[in-house]
C-alpha cells in the first residue's frame, strides 16, 4: 500500500501503547515523520525501542495534554 506519506507529518497523541503505537508503525511504514506524543517519558522511550526495532524512527514529546500551555509548545515544536 502506498499512502504517499514521504516526507508528511504525522503527530499521535497517545502514541507510545495499543493502537496509537500501532498507528505510529503504520504511518512510518509508509514513510512518514512520525511525532509521538505521551504523558510519560518512560513510555516513549519504550515505543521509541518498539519501533527501532523494527527498523522504524519516530520523535517523542512527553507532556500532559490537559495542559493549554503544554499543547501549545508541543505544536511549536512540531512546526
Known amino acids: 500500500m502506498n499512502l504517499e506519506l514521504d516526507d508528511k507529518v504525522v503527530l499521535i497523541t497517545g502514541g507510545s501503547k495499543g493502537i496509537g503505537l500501532a498507528c505510529a508503525r503504520a504511518f512510518a511504514r509508509e ?4 511525532v509521538i506524543v505521551s504523558r510519560s517519558q518512560q513510555n516513549l522511550d519504550a515505543a ?3 519501533l527501532a526495532a523494527d527498523g522504524l524512527s519516530a520523535a517523542s514529546f512527553a507532556a500532559d495534554l490537559s495542559d493549554g500551555l503544554a499543547a501549545k509548545q508541543m505544536v511549536a515544536i512540531v512546526e
Open 31 to 34: 514513510g512518514a515523520r512520525v
Open 48 to 50: 521509541k525501542a518498539k
